[in-house]
């Protein structure tokens, strides 16, 4: 399984946004929204095998596991509208039990460092940062079961950066381009689904 | 220079349609929206070096150049803003000259045929194709200046197909998932980016 990690440093954690201004009102919602379609969608259909954890500002964290996961579209609107949807759901998530507002989705109450934690057992946690090793390198065997984090627009904060040297085992670049998460989420699909450039 | 050519069968070639919907309302705007700035944007700005035509229709032509693009953010409707405005102008393209809506943007009144007439001498044209060869068996140098041709959510029609055939230079498959069109260009320059996977 690959998971996915995203950081939202400004995204709601209340469900009062507009899905008509998710770039300006909603704290870059779209971006956010953006990476989590790359993770899941193909052409015909969606990647069962993928989970995506939305941290949203540190406090919440809305999970998407593609293998149950229904009415996730391309689009932004319709991704928003699923990340909303949990939000509604927020208070139905007490202590470790999540809320299930709707089939694939789940949302905690924990940020950051619980989702880490939850999840640092599942295989390597691979922090993508410009100033990491090629890709190429590693080899994708070693990253079948990888943990990818990434930030949204922001940098990752001092805090979350002190975490991630703890958590992480790799710190990756996936080429010579600084890309959006979205981007690098498709080329990190890329480079597994090939075996690691090696079957096409 | 890279260039692309995004067939929209269903977009809008009228500007009247509604922002606050373009996954179902405009002829999946949404999708060629994703694609045209799949092969702009990057993380801290916009891809000079590159053009897209979306081809409305069969009918109009809108041409973005990056080297004079503005405006472009990342999210989907203010590159479906883009594409409005341009419409709004379509009048203004009379014969072979173009309307010129905003800056790095220009509307054509040809269709598909006229646009590959006009650019077949830029660059190879490749069509992206599932049967088509490996991208890594062809080389990245053979493809600095190449034209990727690109459907929407729909086949290439069997005239489209025709006319594949009779400017085509190369048939090629990016891996072994089918993606969006959008994740194909974003892959398409992470190839080239790279010089063929060969620097990170």
């Known amino acids: ?5 995203l950081i939202g440093h400004d995204v709601p954690t209340e ?38 954890h939305l941290i949203a500002r540190d406090e919440l964290t809305i999970t998407f596991d593609g293998g149950t996961l229904q009415r996730l579209n391309p689009d932004e609107r319709s ?12 208070e139905d998530a007490i202590g470790a039990l999540p809320a299930e507002p709707s089939p ?3 949302v905690y109450r924990r940020g950051f460092e619980g989702t ?32 990818f984090v990434l930030s949204d627009h922001r940098d990752f904060t001092d805090e979350e950066g002190r975490l991630l ?19 690098a989420i498709t080329i990190a699909h890329h480079y597994l689904d090939t075996g690691g450039y090696e079957r096409f």
């Open 116 to 147: 880490l934690e939850e999840i640092a057992d599942d295989g390597p946690i691979v922090q993508l940062h410009e100033g990491g090793e090629a890709v190429s390198d590693v080899g994708a065997e070693t990253l079948g079961d990888a943990i």
């Open 15 to 52: 469900p009062d946004f507009s899905l008509d201004d998710l770039a300006g009102g909603a704290g870059r919602l779209d971006a956010l929204c953006r990476s989590i379609t790359a993770a899941f969608v193909t052409s015909h259909g969606i990647r069962e095998d993928v989970r995506v």
């Open 104 to 106: 694939g989705s789940e």
């Open 79 to 90: 991704t928003a509208s699923l990340v909303r949807k949990a939000l509604e759901h927020r």
């Open 165 to 183: 040297e703890a958590f992480a085992d790799q710190r990756l670049r996936l080429g010579p381009e600084l890309l959006h998460a979205d981007q």
């Open 1 to 5: 399984m690959r998971q996915f990690v």
